[in-house]
C-alpha cells in the first residue's frame, strides 16, 4: 500500500519505519529541510531502540523515502497520516494549527480519493475540523474529490516503541465508512498475525479513547504517589502495598511504581488537554485537576528530602557548598526526552537552593545541555560524578542503575547518603551497607523514606 506520512517527529518516524518494514511504500514529510537531509543520509533525529537500524533498512531496499515535497507525497499514496505536534496552547487546549495546515496541505494536493488519518493526539472533534479544512481546499480548486477521515491514535511507550507498534496491544480505527475501515485493516493486517487486536468504533470514541488511557495511566501514578506520601508517614513500606493491591486482578501491577511524577510528550500534555475539552463542555473534571496538581508537586519531592538532609532551612540557599550526584535526566529509561521531565524541576530546584549539581544520563546529556547549559556538570560516566558529593539522586530507573557497585559509591561520595527516587535497591542491603538510604514511600529494613 501506498502511504504518506507528515510529520518526522518521533510518532511519525516510528510509524513510517513500522508501516515499510511489513512492506508498505512509505514517503515520510516534513517541512524541516535540515531534518529531511539528515535522515536521508541516516542521521535519526530522536533516540529509540531499533530505530535507526529499522529506517536504513528499509531505506536502502527502497520501501522508505523522505521528503519536503507535500504534494509529491500527496499524490502518490492512498493513506496520508497525519502525525505531527499538537504542543499545548496557554491555557491547556491542544493547538491544532499544525494538524489543520496538513489538512489544507492535502486538500490542495490530492488526485483522487484519499483517507486521510489523523495519528496525532487531538481532541474530541478534530476529524470534524480536518474534514472541514480539506472541503474547504478543494472548493477553492472547484473540484469534488471523495476522501475520509479516519482516527487512528498511537499507544506508543517511548523505548519501547518498535515493538508496541509491530505487536500491539490494540489498534484504534475510528472510522465511518466500511469501504475505509476495510482498507485499514488490511493496512494493519500484518500486526495482527498472532491475535486480532484491531477495535472499530465511531471517530469521536476513537479520539477520546487516546485521552482517556493517558489520563488513566497519569491517574494511577499520580495514586501511587500519594500512597508513598502516606506509607512514609504511617510507617508503612509502599512496595509491599504494590504487591498487596497489585495481585487483585482488577488492579494489576503496571502504572503503580512510585516516583518522582510522570513527564514526557504525553501525559502531561493530555491531561491538560481533556482538562481543557471538559471545560469546554461546563464539565468540572475535579479528578484530572488532582492528578494533575498531585504530579506537579511529586516532583519537589526529591529535592526537599536533599534540602532537608544536607542544607539548613533558614538559609536563602541552604545548599550553597553542597555537591549533588544525580543519575538520570530523561522522563523514563530508553530514551533522550526530557520534555517535563522530573529532572528538570528537580534540578532547578536544587541549582536554585546553592547545590553543585553533577549528572550523567546514558543518553539524555545533549538534551539536558539545551535545558542546563552550564550550569550543571556532566559526565558520560555515572562514578565520576560522585566523587566528593555529598549525596546521590537517583532519578531515572535506567537499567545501569539498578545494580550498581556500592562499594565504589561509599568511597566516592563525601557522606553515604542516597536518595533513592525510584526505589531501585534493598533497604536491608543499604543499611547494611552502611548508607544513609532515602527512598520514596517506604518504612522498612531499618529505614524510612520520611526525613524528619
Given at each position: 500500500m501506498k502511504i504518506c506520512i507528515f510529520g518526522a517527529g518521533y510518532v511519525g518516524l516510528v510509524a513510517a519505519a513500522c508501516f515499510a518494514?511489513?512492506?508498505?511504500?512509505?514517503?515520510?514529510?516534513?517541512?524541516?529541510?535540515?531534518?529531511?537531509?539528515?535522515?536521508?543520509?541516516?542521521?535519526?533525529?530522536?533516540?529509540?531502540?531499533?530505530?535507526?537500524?529499522?529506517?536504513?533498512?528499509?531505506?536502502?531496499?527502497?520501501?522508505?523515502?523522505?521528503?519536503?515535497?507535500?504534494?509529491?507525497?500527496?499524490?502518490?499514496?492512498?493513506?496520508?497520516?497525519?502525525?505531527?505536534?499538537?504542543p499545548p496552547g496557554e491555557d491547556g487546549s491542544a493547538d491544532l494549527k499544525y494538524v489543520l495546515g496538513v489538512a489544507r496541505d492535502i486538500g490542495r494536493a490530492m488526485n483522487g480519493f484519499k483517507i486521510i488519518v489523523d495519528k496525532s493526539t487531538v481532541p474530541v472533534g478534530t476529524a470534524d475540523k480536518v474534514r472541514a479544512a480539506v472541503q474547504e481546499e478543494l472548493a477553492g480548486r472547484a473540484v469534488a474529490l471523495e476522501f475520509d477521515v479516519v482516527s487512528n491514535p498511537e499507544f506508543l511507550k517511548e523505548g519501547a516503541a518498535i515493538d508496541d507498534f509491530m505487536k500491539p496491544d490494540r489498534v484504534v480505527i475510528g472510522c465511518d465508512n466500511v469501504r475505509t475501515a476495510e482498507i485499514m485493516k488490511e493496512l494493519y493486517d500484518p500486526f495482527m498475525r498472532k491475535q486480532n487486536r484491531m477495535i472499530i468504533m465511531d471517530i469521536r470514541s476513537a479520539e477520546m479513547t487516546k485521552y482517556a488511557a493517558n489520563a488513566m495511566l497519569a491517574t494511577r501514578i499520580s495514586f501511587?504517589?500519594?500512597?508513598?506520601?502516606?506509607?512514609?508517614?504511617?510507617?508503612?513500606?509502599?512496595?509491599?502495598?504494590?504487591?498487596?493491591?497489585?495481585?487483585?486482578?482488577?488492579?494489576?501491577?503496571?502504572?503503580?511504581?512510585?516516583?518522582?511524577?510522570?513527564?514526557?510528550?504525553?501525559?502531561?500534555?493530555?491531561?491538560?488537554?481533556?482538562?481543557?475539552?471538559?471545560?469546554?463542555?461546563?464539565?468540572?473534571?475535579?479528578?484530572?485537576?488532582?492528578?494533575?496538581?498531585?504530579?506537579?508537586?511529586?516532583?519537589?519531592v526529591l529535592a526537599d528530602k536533599l534540602i532537608r538532609l544536607l542544607g539548613s532551612p533558614d538559609e536563602e540557599q541552604p545548599l550553597t557548598g553542597r555537591i549533588v550526584a544525580c543519575w538520570g535526566l530523561s522522563f523514563k529509561p530508553r530514551t533522550d526526552d526530557m520534555r517535563e521531565a522530573p529532572a528538570i524541576t528537580i534540578i532547578e530546584r536544587l541549582l536554585g537552593a546553592g547545590a553543585t549539581v553533577r549528572a550523567h544520563d546514558p543518553e539524555a546529556i545533549t538534551e539536558a545541555r539545551k535545558i542546563f547549559g552550564d550550569r550543571i556538570e556532566y559526565s558520560s560516566n555515572q562514578y565520576d560524578i560522585l566523587d566528593g558529593a555529598d549525596a546521590l539522586a537517583v532519578i531515572t530507573d535506567w537499567n545501569e542503575y539498578r545494580n550498581p557497585d556500592f562499594d565504589r559509591i561509599k568511597t566516592a561520595l563525601r557522606s553515604p547518603t542516597i536518595v533513592d527516587g525510584r526505589n531501585l535497591y534493598k533497604p536491608d542491603r543499604m543499611v547494611a551497607g552502611g548508607f544513609n538510604y532515602i527512598p520514596l514511600g517506604r518504612c522498612s529494613g531499618g529505614i524510612c523514606g520520611e526525613v524528619k
Open positions: 518494514e511489513s512492506g508498505n511504500s512509505v514517503i515520510a514529510v516534513d517541512i524541516d529541510h535540515a531534518r529531511i537531509e539528515g535522515l536521508k543520509q541516516g542521521v535519526i533525529p530522536i533516540y529509540e531502540p531499533g530505530l535507526k537500524e529499522m529506517i536504513l533498512r528499509n531505506q536502502a531496499e527502497g520501501r522508505l523515502s523522505f521528503t519536503v515535497d507535500m504534494e509529491e507525497a500527496v499524490k502518490a499514496s492512498l493513506v496520508c497520516f497525519i502525525a505531527v505536534g499538537t501511587m504517589n500519594q500512597i508513598a506520601g502516606l506509607c512514609e508517614r504511617m510507617g508503612a513500606d509502599v512496595m509491599a502495598v504494590r504487591e498487596g493491591i497489585g495481585s487483585d486482578s482488577r488492579i494489576g501491577y503496571d502504572f503503580l511504581f512510585p516516583g518522582p511524577g510522570y513527564g514526557g510528550s504525553c501525559f502531561p500534555k493530555d491531561v491538560k488537554a481533556l482538562i481543557r475539552t471538559a471545560e469546554e463542555s461546563s464539565y468540572d473534571f475535579l479528578l484530572l485537576k488532582a492528578v494533575e496538581e498531585v504530579n506537579e508537586l511529586q516532583k519537589e
